[in-house]
């Protein structure tokens, strides 16, 4: 059974930080990562999506890393901003198409003006 | 182009009760997903539509929970009876094909409180 981690639970950072989010997963045949945004009272929106084949996504100021042989994936965020203030949820993708999503419990940021 | 849709956002029932939930996709997606997110935790996948036919409810508590998705459009999740361990936010996800080309986008769930 696959268990996503996220570490740390909460992060509270000044505004222009460089930051590091953490995702651990403990079954390496996955087929996808996934990282997703909250805001509080709101769905989830895909941030990035890195292949199993693949080591990198960037999308603007976010870059997510993808090390299969040791469970880990990376989420890095350049010069923080207050709008970027949320929960980010990574999710392993499995199943024959990757569609089968295993979640994390979420890292709650805060970036403080 | 409109986004994923659900109803009623809150609900309030007490246990025993049943409760049932409406989404209604992106036009045009093949793919609908209904999660399940108690709060403090990650979204936990419920039941996985393709067109009308289920893919994947392995993870759907069938003795309670029952989800339908007539047409192949819109979809229904039901809870019969409703227990205290049932509040949680109800997430509908749609893609236009299932796996990594066919990103999910989620609607902004119903939050259910069970008393």
């Known amino acids: 059974k696959q268990e996503v981690t996220q570490i740390p639970a909460a992060l509270s950072v000044p505004e222009g930080e460089n930051l590091v989010l953490n995702c651990s997963f403990t079954?390496?045949?996955?087929?996808?990562l996934q990282w997703f945004r909250q805001d509080p009272g709101k769905g989830l929106t895909s941030l990035l999506l890195i292949q199993s084949s693949q080591r990198e996504q960037t999308s603007g100021r976010l870059n997510a890393s993808l090390d299969k042989s040791s469970g880990r994936s990376t989420l890095y965020i350049a010069a923080s901003q207050p709008g970027d203030s949320a929960t980010y949820l990574c999710a392993a993708g499995r199943g024959t198409s990757g569609s089968r999503l295993t979640f994390g419990e979420g890292t709650q940021l805060t970036v403080n003006p | 182009e409109a986004g994923v849709a659900q109803s009623p956002r809150y609900k309030i029932i007490e246990k025993r009760q049943s409760v049932a939930f409406w989404c209604n996709p992106i036009s045009g997606h093949a793919t609908l997903y209904w999660y399940q997110q108690i709060l403090g935790q990650g979204p936990k996948l419920l039941i996985q539509f393709q067109n009308n036919g289920v893919v994947d409810d392995s993870q759907l508590p069938k003795d309670r929970f029952s989800a339908e998705r007539l047409k192949g459009v819109d979809s229904t999740l039901k809870i019969q009876p409703a227990k205290l361990e049932d509040s949680a936010v109800y997430l509908c996800?749609?893609?236009?094909?299932?796996?990594?080309?066919?990103?999910?986008?989620f609607g902004p769930g119903t939050r259910l409180l069970v008393l």
């Open positions: 996800a749609s893609s236009s094909t299932p796996g990594p080309g066919g990103t999910q986008y």
């Open positions: 079954d390496s045949a996955i087929y996808n």
